[in-house]
Nanobody, 121 residues
Framework: QMQLVESGGGLVQPGGSLRLSCAAS????????MGWYRQVPGKQRELVAI???????NYADSVKGRFTISRDNVNNTVYLQMNSLKPEDTAVYYC???????????????WGRGTQVTVSS
């Protein structure tokens, strides 16, 4: 059974930093891409950042220059370094991964349970 487990959320003051981690486990052949999304109550989930297995990245305009996504392909882990955090970054952050299993089967999108990030003084 595939599983994504996030960690690293919490409460931080404006201007502060947090680092989120997400580890994928299970019978994994490959993962491409991996990414982070966020959601606030009453709004749709939105893309924050995404990274391919080759290292190509894409960011939402609202986080460019402040957030950095990276991944460890050996350990099937994706990270999100968040700097210069703003109150509007407050949301539940979800990890997402498109995973091909070891047994012949189509790829499938998996989601973590989410981790709360709160930016407040």
């Amino acid at each position: 059974q595939m599983q994504l487990v996030e960690s690293g959320g919490g409460l931080v003051q404006p201007g502060g930093s947090l680092r989120l981690s997400c580890a994928a486990s299970g019978s994994i052949w490959k993962i491409n891409p991996m990414g982070w999304y966020r959601q606030v109550p009453g709004k749709q989930r939105e893309l924050v950042a995404i990274i391919t297995s080759g290292g190509t990245t894409n960011y939402a305009d609202s986080v460019k220059g402040r957030f950095t996504i990276s991944r460890d392909n050996v350990n099937n882990t994706v990270y999100l370094q968040m700097n210069s955090l703003k109150p509007e970054d407050t949301a539940v952050y979800y990890c997402n991964a498109a995973i091909w299993p070891l047994t012949p089967a189509p790829k499938y999108d998996y989601w973590g349970r989410g981790t709360q990030v709160t930016v407040s003084s």
